[in-house]
């Protein structure tokens, strides 16, 4: 079995900060790609960042430069910085981890979800 566990998420106002994180634990050998996705209301689910096993980043165009992404491989953990914030983040965020078991293959994994609120 697999857990992702996401937190850091809440009210914010605009031009504020937040750092998510997801921990992933159970009978994990190996860990891929780390993303953060969002869905705001009555849009479809898009990608925010990813992160290699090497390091190599990706982000939306809507948040280059305002969001860094990053990972810990001993704590099995992605984290999401999150700084001048704006209302139109707003969204519930999602954890995506491409994750290999012990002898099993490579499955994704998604967190639960945690919203994110930008608003005066």
């Known amino acids: 079995q697999v857990q992702l566990v996401e937190s850091g998420g809440g009210l914010v106002q605009p031009g504020g900060s937040l750092r998510l994180s997801c921990a992933a634990s159970?009978?994990?050998?190996?860990?891929?790609?780390m993303g953060w996705y969002r869905q705001a209301p009555g849009k479809q689910r898009e990608l925010v960042a990813t992160?290699?096993?090497?390091?190599?980043?990706n982000y939306a165009d809507s948040v280059k430069g305002r969001f860094t992404i990053s990972r810990d491989n001993a704590k099995n953990t992605v984290y999401l910085q999150m700084n001048s914030l704006k209302p139109e983040d707003t969204a519930v965020y999602y954890c995506?981890?491409?994750?290999?078991?012990?002898?099993?293959?490579?499955?994704?994994?998604w967190g639960q979800g945690t919203q994110v609120t930008v608003s005066s």
């Open positions: 995506k981890l491409d994750i290999k078991r012990f002898g099993s293959s490579w499955y994704n994994y």
């Open positions: 992160i290699t096993s090497g390091g190599i980043t």
């Open positions: 159970g009978s994990i050998r190996s860990i891929n790609t």
